[in-house]
Structure formats: C-alpha cells, structure tokens
C-alpha cells in the first residue's frame, strides 16, 4: 500500500541517495523548490489527537447536565467487565473455598483490581505539585505582526490552550492559600506546533543560575529530619538560605507582598520572567518580557484569612477557578510583551535584560497587549489532564526563541527530564493532554509507554526503504529555525557577569512602589515568618538584608522581632517608583465576586429575593446563608440556601449584605436551629455568635458590609461601627447594593487599615 507521503519522497530519493551535498529541491536548503507543506509532515500511528484536546464535557463536577454522549461517561456499556474485557458476575467478593474459607490465589480478577489501585498514583512534581487546571482559547489580537511571525498571534487566530496554576512549595494534598509564588504554566496548541509559556505570579526569580535550583528548593522544602513545615517558607532553612544568598532577595520580597496571598487565580497576573527574542517574517528580532494582565485585576487575600481559609477550605483556589467557569463567568487575561531593542549589550536602560532578578518598570517600556486569553472549559478527569499535563520552556514556535539568560539554560534540560521519572518513560508527548495539534512525523520509537503503532521499517534519515525520507523544512515552509545570534568570543568560565551583582536596588525599587497598606504587609510578613524561625543568627543576618533595602522596612520589622536594627552595608541608591507595581489605585469590574446575604430564614425575603437578583444581574455571584440548609419560604417561591451558619465562614464572600438578622433583644434562632447548647444565647436574645464573627471577620479584613432592616444593632453587637468606612446602612437593597459594588472595584475598604507608617 502506497504511504501518503511516497509520492512525495520518491521526488527526492533519488537526489538524496549517496549525496551528501545540498540536494537539489529539499525544502529549506538554498534554492529549494517549495513543496506542499502538509505532505512531508503528514501524521503517522494514532497521532495527531482529536481536534480539540478539551474534555469532552460529559460529567460536571456538580452533576450539571452537558449534553454528553453517553458512550463519554465513566461506565459506557451495560455490564462491568475485567481489563481484558470479559464480564463479571460479581465484584464485591473474593474468590474463597466456602463463604468461610480462605481466599484463593487463583482469583484474577481480585488480583487485577488490586494490583491496579496499587500503581495508581504516580510520583508528584518535585516542585508545583498542587495545582489547578482549566481548558481555554487565545485569540491573537494581530498587534505583534510586526515583532514575530508566530502564526498563533496573528489577528483573530484562535488556538486551544491548557493552563495550569499551582503553588510552589506544597505537596500534592497541600493547601491552596499558603504564603508562596504560583505557577502560571500555558501550553497553546497552535497549528505550527505546541508553545509553553511556563511563568509565574512573580516578575522575577529567586537565582541568577539555574545550577543553584536545587539549592533554592531544597531550603524552602520541608526539613528533611521533620519534614515540616508543610507548602511554606516561614522556617529555618529557606530564611537561611536567602540571606545568604543576596540575588534572593527581589523574589522573596515579592513573596512577603501580598502578591504571595492571591485571592483568587483569576485574580493574579502571569510573567514569563525571562527575557524572550522574538522574530519577524524579515528575520528581525526584539527581545521582550511576557505578561499576563487579569481582566478581573490583581487581588490579594489579607493574612489572617489566608491562614483561615487553610483550615476552612483547603481548596479555596481551586474551587474558585471550577465554580467560576462552571459559571459561565469565564477568566480571562490579556497576554502582553514589553519590548526592548536586541542590541548586543541586551541592556535596556541600565537594566540587564538577561538577569532573572529584573524587572523593567512598565512607565519606561509599557506592556503592549497581544492577545486574549479565555478559560472555558474545567478538565474532565483530574488525573489525566492536570496531573499528567508536561510543560517544557523549550515548546517553542517559530517567532519565539529565547536568550542567554543563565537561569532559562538550565530549564531548558529540567522539564523534559523530570517527565521522563515522573511520567515513566520517553513517551509522555503521546497522552493526550500533551499531544500537540499539529501533524507530527519524528522517527522516535519505542520505549515505555509507547502508544502508536508505527508502521514501516525505516525509522531513520535517510532511507529508501520506507518510502524516501520525509523532506527537512525551511523557512517559507514553517521550520523553527534557532535566531543566529553572535556568539563573542570569549574564555570557558564559571562566572556571572558583574551587572548581576546589584541584589539590592529592585527590591528597593519595589519597596518604593507600595503604598503605604501594601507596605504594612509585607512588614507583617517578614515578622511573621522570620518569628517561625528557631535561629536568632538568622534572624540577624536577614535584618542585615533588609537594611540593604530601606531603614524604615529594616527598623519595623527588627521592632517586631525585639532585636536591633543594622546599619546598611551598601550605599542606598535613589529609586524612581513604579506605580505599576502596586496591586492599589485602579478600578476593577467587580464580575464574579461572591457576595454573601445573610438572612434569619425569616424574616425580609423579599429584600432577600430582591437583593440576589441585583448581584446576579450585576453579574456577582450571590450565595444566601441562612441558620440551616434547604430552602426559605418552600411552598412559596422557594429561595435555595446555599451555606448554613454552620458552613459558612467570612473568608469566602468579597462582601457580606445582612438582609434581616435580628439583634441582640430579638430572637435570632430559626426554629429550625434548635440546638440544645443554644437555650442560654437564645434566653439572653444573642445573636448567633457565627453571623458575629462572621461579620467582625469581615470588617477586619477590609470587605464591604451592608444591611438594613435591623442591621444596625447587629453590627454593634459584632463589634463594628455602623459609621465606618465601608459599612452601608440603608433602607432598601438595591442602593445598598449599589454602594457595595461599588466598593468591590477597589476590592477592599483599604481606609479600614490604619498603617502605622
Ligand atoms: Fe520550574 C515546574 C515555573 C525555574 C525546574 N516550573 C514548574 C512549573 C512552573 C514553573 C509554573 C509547573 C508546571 C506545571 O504546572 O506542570 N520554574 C518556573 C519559573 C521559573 C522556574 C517561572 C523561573 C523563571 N524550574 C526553574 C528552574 C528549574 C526548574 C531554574 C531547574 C533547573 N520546574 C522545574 C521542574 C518542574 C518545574 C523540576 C517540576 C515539574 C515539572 O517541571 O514538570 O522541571
């Protein structure tokens, strides 16, 4: 049987056959004839995958209908049988001689089911085992055309793409809100072949080389005689290691800021930290730096939530991006690049473009939007997708090459060998969440896991056996051609240069930038987590660090920790701050934040009824807590309640609306809630003591709170003033509402935290 690809190879078999100089019409060699692109490249085996490699959206995690195909779901045929195929009469008991008797060896199908579980786990990643994942589409906006040729920018092109988020440190079974950088890993399953954008919440990095990686995670990793604390930097070891090691400081300062607290991953930015070349169909290029811009805005939680929510919900983050695109109510980020000239210093205004430590401010090189990004889509099966999905720095296209920067070298290697233990074998590319989208034609073979029935006999360049060997491409056929940058000439070292010696001016720089609650802190959490640490040496030493940054910044947090405060031991240099870098002073739609209306069950549903419409129609999410589960008002128009006192905690509403809880003096209980422990507070006409918290959490962490309809007596006996900024008395819901989103654009009532700076 004729290959398709034959016809075309036989045009140049005869060219290739003992010739070892340029062959006459292959692709890409000078003065080459350009063939069909698709015919040398068409796809072998199984590959390429289903055209889409989102999930085929059977099952909802909350059972919703989506109009999936039966033969989709987890049991696609009317009997269970064993992997081989044969049916079974019975799962649930072993194979025994008499129901009393022991269990026999013969039994396979006990032996296939047990054996199976046994393997199912897999080992985790050795850094960013906790995440979270979601299927999506970018739509290139058209505007980098004149910097790069990747097709996938081009205007209106829409490419698949799977993003995952996760935190740094943690295991797999860690808690999402741990103080920690997150990953923001982007695989784009473009035409021309995939592309990872595999960056994180943080502009910059802890090391200058990636020799040092191993160093870096093995201090901020559980100690190795404990193994605690777990997902966390508050301990011995990692404050150790970075006031040891000076290039650390940039990133861990950004850490101790609030963007080490996201409050939700819709809600943070992505960086590719390095310094990308990009290139143009003329050959040009232009270094630049990767940002993803939420549409949502940049949001962080406050401390004392974090840690609540560690213990309330463990899953906070991931459970925000599932229910928010389950929602419909879909995140989105704008992809930017800042650009900078490819000149051969790769300096731009004094700032080292190949130093991982870096940022450039965007007043000096504004962050020019490229794309669209739009997560639609929540993956099928965690195991498969999330957990199995492999990213690699080095999934490049053409238009996109990358630098010398010394920390991305190291990277390049790192991906492709940690999935080689982690994913067992060479073959991960072939599961399906990896497959790219475009043909592939390699001659790699065998190995564990091999998936593809490869036929022929030739796997190997050239040949005349299997057909010719497939054509090489060129430029004008799509090849990833390396950019031919100068190399200068230059002596074998072990040596960085000496512009990466500056460890202290950035962070100062983005010190500077804060505001003053921003400020405040990250002052809290330097003393937080360098009061974990058992050392005072190390305490000592990381003081001496921040005296580097800013006295102010050193003294508070030395204050803090009852020890002196150190003189610098570099001359402070003068900043220019860039307001960019506060998350503070900018406005932002408040779609998709969860407002919590409290109600007695009782009383004002009206106002409740009402009250939800308005958040829904202003496109929130509301969630009605009432003293116990079900439903209000059951044989009326029923009103679902979604969290019980019992259930519901501050740390999940953006904003808390209090729409008919009655007072102290009142009887607060539903008759529902009849809990014998309650007769004393329900004597004394208490409010229930969890709406009291949750209100007094609420206002100390700076969220909006409105109410009517009694509000009043209910805030004072929960401690918070009715005058205070931010806490919205009225007498009707909707202008109530009104207020409070308009509160929400600023994310919290930042007036409620007095810095005492
Ligand atoms: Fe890395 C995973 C981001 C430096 C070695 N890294 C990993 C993930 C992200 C990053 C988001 C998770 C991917 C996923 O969701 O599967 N890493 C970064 C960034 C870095 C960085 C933004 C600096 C700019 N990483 C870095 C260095 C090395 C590694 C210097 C090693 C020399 N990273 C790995 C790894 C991981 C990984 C060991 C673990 C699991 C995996 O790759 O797939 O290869």
Not at 138 to 144: E, L, N
Request: glycine share 10%; with cysteine; charged share 20%.
């Amino acid at each position: 049987k004729s290959h398709p690809m034959k016809a075309a190879a036989d045009k140049v078999t005869g060219a290739l056959r003992g010739d070892t100089g340029p062959a006459e019409g292959i692709p890409g060699k000078p003065g080459a004839e350009t063939p069909p692109v698709d015919e040398p490249t068409a796809p072998r085996g199984p590959l390429p995958p289903t055209p889409d490699q989102g999930s085929p959206a059977t099952v909802s995690p909350t059972g919703q209908p989506t109009g999936a195909d039966p033969s989709d779901l987890g049991q696609a045929g009317p009997y269970l049988t064993t992997a081989q195929g044969a049916r079974l009469y019975e799962t649930d008991k072993s194979l025994k001689a008499g129901a009393r008797g022991p269990v026999l060896l013969q039994d396979h199908h006990l032996r296939e089911k047990i054996t199976h579980f046994d393997h199912e786990r897999i080992p985790e990643r050795v850094v960013h085992a906790r995440g979270a994942a979601a299927h999506g589409v970018f739509q290139g906006y058209g505007t980098a055309a004149q910097v790069s040729k990747a097709a996938f920018l081009a205007k209106d092109v829409e490419t698949p793409v799977f993003v995952r988020f996760s935190t740094v440190l943690g295991s797999r079974g860690s808690s999402d809100t741990v103080r920690d950088t997150r990953g923001f890993a982007t695989k784009f399953y473009t035409a021309q072949g995939t592309f990872d954008l595999v960056g994180n919440n943080i502009p910059v990095f802890f090391i200058q080389d990636s020799i040092k990686f191993p160093d870096i995670i093995h201090a901020g990793k559980p100690h190795p005689d404990r193994e605690i604390p777990q997902a966390q930097s508050a301990h011995d070891t990692f404050w150790d290691f970075v006031s040891l090691h000076t290039e650390a400081t940039h990133h861990t300062m950004w850490n101790m800021s609030d963007r080490g607290i996201p409050r939700s991953y819709r809600m943070m930015e992505g960086f590719g930290v390095h310094t990308f070349r990009l290139v143009n169909a003329e050959g040009q290029t232009t270094l630049v730096k990767f940002h993803w811009k939420p549409k949502l805005g940049v949001h962080s939680l406050v401390w004392e939530e974090a840690q609540i929510i560690n213990g309330m919900d463990p899953d906070f983050h991931r459970r925000d991006l599932a229910d928010a695109i389950e929602a419909g109510a879909f995140p989105q980020w704008e992809l930017g690049i800042q650009t900078f000239p490819d000149n051969p210093e790769q300096m731009y205004e004094g700032i080292d473009l190949l130093d991982p430590t870096n940022i450039v401010p965007e007043e000096i090189a504004p962050v020019q939007p490229i794309g669209l990004l739009t997560l639609n889509a929540n993956p099928t099966n965690y195991f498969a997708e999330t957990e199995q999905v492999a990213f690699h720095p080095g999934h490049l296209v053409p238009g996109i090459d990358i630098t010398d920067d010394p920390l991305l070298a190291g990277r390049l290697f790192s991906y492709l060998d940690t999935q080689i233990t982690r994913l067992a074998g060479p073959n991960f590319a072939q599961i399906p969440i990896n497959r790219t989208h475009a043909p592939v034609n390699d001659m790699l073979r065998d190995g564990f896991h091999q998936d593809a029935v490869h036929a022929g006999v030739a796997p190997y360049r050239p040949n005349s056996l299997d057909g010719g060997c497939p054509f090489l491409a060129g430029a004008d056929t799509g090849a990833y051609i390396e950019v031919p940058v100068e190399v200068p000439a230059a002596r074998k070292v072990r040596e960085a240069p000496a512009t990466f010696s500056d460890h202290f001016s950035q962070p100062r720089l983005f010190w500077k930038s804060l505001t003053d609650v921003e400020r405040e802190h990250l002052i809290g959490a330097y003393t937080f987590e360098l009061g974990k640490c058992y050392e005072q040496a190390i305490k000592e030493r990381q003081l001496k660090v921040l005296a580097n940054i800013d006295p102010q910044l050193c003294e508070q947090v030395a204050t803090g920790l009852g020890l002196p405060v150190p003189e610098p031991t570099v001359e402070l240099t003068p900043v220019t701050p860039s307001p960019a870098l506060s998350q503070l002073g900018q406005v932002w739609p408040p779609d998709g934040r969860i407002i919590g209306i409290v109600t007695d069950g009782a009383g004002d549903l009206a106002g409740v009824r009402s009250v939800r419409q308005a958040v829904l129609d202003a496109g929130m999410v509301p969630l009605v807590i009432a003293p116990a589960g079900g439903k209000l008002d059951p044989s009326g128009d029923p009103i679902t309640i979604q969290r019980s006192f019992a259930t519901a905690r501050s740390t999940e509403f953006d904003a808390i609306l209090l729409a008919g809880v009655p007072g102290p003096g009142a009887d607060a209980y539903g008759a529902r809630d009849a809990k014998a422990g309650d007769e004393a507070a329900r004597a004394a006409g208490a409010t229930d003591p969890r709406v009291l918290l949750m209100l007094s959490e609420a206002y100390r962490h700076g969220k909006a709170i409105g109410g009517w309809a009694g509000a009043d007596a209910v805030l004072a006996a929960a401690g918070v003033p009715a005058d205070a900024p931010g806490v919205i008395v009225g007498d009707g819901g909707d202008a109530t509402l009104g207020q409070i989103t308009e509160l929400l654009g600023n994310h919290r009532v930042w007036e409620r935290f007095a810095p005492a700076l």
